[in-house]
C-alpha cells in the first residue's frame, strides 16, 4: 500500500527557524487544521508536543477534542462549542453568531482587517463587545487574517496598519466593559517570515512548519525542509513494445520497448490527475505515463516501491495549483510513519 513518512529532524528544524522568528516557543501556535494539511493529526500533534510546542490551531470541535492531551492551548477558527473546555477557545466570526455561544466559552473575536472572508468589521467593534458581555462569554484575544502576506504588494502594510487600530479599539473597549487584557495575533506564516522584529502574542503556523512555503524570491526564507514523503508499492509490471499505448483513452504511448509497472497511488488517494497532463517525474526522474486511475498509476518503473514526491511545493507546479492543496488531498486512509 502506499504510505506516508514524516521527517521528524526536518520538522523539528522548521521549528527551530520558526521559534526564531517569534523569540520563543511558547509564541508558536501550530495550525493543524485538515489533518494537519494532510500530514496526520495526531502524528503532527505527538512530535509538536515531544518539541515544547504548546498551542495549536484547529477548524472544528472535534479536531480539537481529538489533540486536547497534546496542547494547552487550542483555538478553533469555525465551529460553535456543544461543550466548555479549559483549553480550547472559539472563534467568533461574525456579529450574528455571537448568541450561539454558550454561556462562559472562551472566545477570540476575529476582525476584518481586508480580507472582507471572516470577522467582523472595525466599525462593528463596539458592538460585539457588548454583545460578548450581555452572552456572558470570556474574550481572550483579538486577531485578524493576512490576504496577500505571500506576495509583493502593499496590501501586508495597510492590513497590518489596519490591525492596528483594532488593537488600539480593542483596548479601550475591553477597558470599558470590563474584560481582562487582551491577547492579539495576525501572523500567518508568510507575514511571520516579513516581520523584521515579530511583538505579538503569537503567531499561527502552518505551512513553513511542513516546509512548503512558497514565496516570491525577495520574500524567501533559507532553510525550511519538507517533512512529508509519499511512498507507493507495485502492484503490477509488463514488457510493452514501441507503440503500445496505457492506461485510459490509450494516452500513454510508448516510444521504446521498456518496463512499466502500477503502483497503488491514484486520483482516489489524492494523486491529481493534472500531473499526468503536465508530465509528472518523480523526485529520481520516474516518469509517469498515461491517465492516474482512481487507485493506482504507472510509471516507467520495475522497483518495487517508488518514491512518488518529496516536496509538495514541486509537484503543484506540476498540477498547477500550489502546495496546500496537494497536501491536504492525501487521504487520511494512508498509513503515516514518524522517523
Aim: net charge neutral; aromatic share 10%; with cysteine.
Amino acid at each position: 500500500m502506499a504510505y506516508i513518512i514524516l521527517n521528524k529532524n526536518n520538522f523539528f528544524n522548521n521549528l527551530d527557524i520558526i521559534a526564531n522568528r517569534t523569540k520563543s516557543v511558547d509564541k508558536v501556535a501550530l495550525v493543524l487544521k485538515d489533518n494537519a494539511y494532510g500530514h496526520g493529526l495526531l502524528e503532527i500533534s505527538s512530535m509538536a508536543k515531544e518539541y515544547g510546542i504548546k498551542k495549536a490551531v484547529v477548524r472544528t470541535s472535534k479536531e480539537a477534542r481529538s489533540i486536547e492531551a497534546f496542547f494547552d492551548y487550542i483555538l478553533v477558527l469555525a465551529d460553535i462549542p456543544t461543550l466548555s473546555s479549559d483549553k480550547i477557545r472559539y472563534t467568533i466570526n461574525d456579529l450574528r453568531s455571537i448568541d450561539k455561544f454558550p454561556k462562559g466559552t472562551k472566545v477570540e473575536l476575529k476582525v476584518d482587517s481586508g480580507m472582507h472572508r471572516n470577522g467582523i468589521t472595525i466599525s462593528e467593534m463596539k458592538d460585539a463587545f457588548l454583545k460578548i458581555k450581555e452572552a456572558g462569554l470570556v474574550l481572550e484575544a483579538v486577531f485578524t487574517h493576512h490576504r496577500s502576506a505571500d506576495e509583493l504588494t502593499s496590501e501586508w502594510f495597510w492590513q497590518r496598519e489596519n490591525f492596528k487600530t483594532a488593537k488600539e479599539r480593542s483596548k479601550v473597549l475591553a477597558s470599558e466593559f470590563g474584560f481582562g487584557e487582551l491577547r492579539f495575533h495576525s501572523c500567518n506564516s508568510a507575514a511571520l517570515f516579513r516581520e523584521s522584529n515579530f511583538d505579538e502574542d503569537m503567531a499561527r503556523v502552518g505551512i513553513a512548519a511542513y516546509g512548503c512555503m512558497d514565496l516570491p524570491q525577495a520574500l524567501a526564507t533559507e532553510g525550511l525542509k519538507p517533512v512529508l514523503s509519499l511512498y507507493a508499492t507495485k502492484n503490477s509490471s509488463r514488457v510493452l513494445n514501441t507503440y503500445q499505448r496505457v492506461g485510459y483513452g490509450g494516452d500513454g504511448e510508448i516510444l521504446a520497448d521498456c518496463i512499466v509497472s502500477n503502483y497503488d497511488f491514484g486520483y482516489g488517494d489524492g494523486f491529481l490527475r493534472v500531473c499526468a497532463t503536465n508530465g509528472y517525474e518523480t523526485p529520481h526522474g520516474i516518469k509517469l505515463v498515461g491517465r492516474i486511475s482512481m487507485d493506482n498509476s504507472t510509471f516507467m518503473s520495475d522497483k518495487d516501491e517508488l518514491l512518488i514526491f518529496d516536496d509538495a511545493s514541486v509537484i503543484a507546479k506540476y498540477a498547477k495549483t500550489i502546495s496546500y492543496e496537494v497536501l491536504t488531498s492525501l487521504k487520511s486512509e494512508i498509513s503515516r510513519e514518524i522517523r
